[in-house]
Nanobody, 124 residues
């Protein structure tokens, strides 16, 4: 499974960014997908997930109300819209697919196919 994350960059606190993750149609049409992030010296942590149809979403408490995950089946792409960003959101952001295809856990070990990630830096 190949996942390509993009859209990272430098933004000021309070600003917005939208991340994209492209996947093959075979994977995209059938699999739930998720975003994780990892800051230097910290463990990888769950950010958000979305089921295969886009009808159900899951969020970590620290992004509720600020981040929105969505997917576009026509473009085989999952998005992470990040608003009201904070310096603590600075991290490398990764998209991933749950092992078995269905979201059931937020533990990084229950996901695969991380890709190279995209760096997000929020300045204060």
């Amino acid at each position: 499974v190949q996942l390509q994350a993009s859209g990272g960059g430098l933004v000021q606190a309070g600003g917005s960014l939208r991340l994209s993750c492209a996947a093959s149609r075979r994977i995209f049409d059938s699999y739930d997908m998720a975003w994780f992030r990892q800051a230097p010296g910290k463990e990888r942590e769950f950010v958000a997930a979305i089921n295969w149809s886009g009808a159900t979403t899951y969020y970590a408490d620290f992004v509720k109300g600020r981040f929105t995950i969505s997917r576009d089946h026509a473009k085989n792409t999952v998005y992470l819209q990040m608003n009201s960003m904070k310096p603590e959101d600075t991290a490398n952001y990764y998209c991933a697919v749950p092992r078995g295809g269905t979201y059931y856990s937020s533990r990084p070990s229950d996901f695969r196919s991380w890709g190279q990630g995209t760096q997000v830096t929020v300045s204060s």
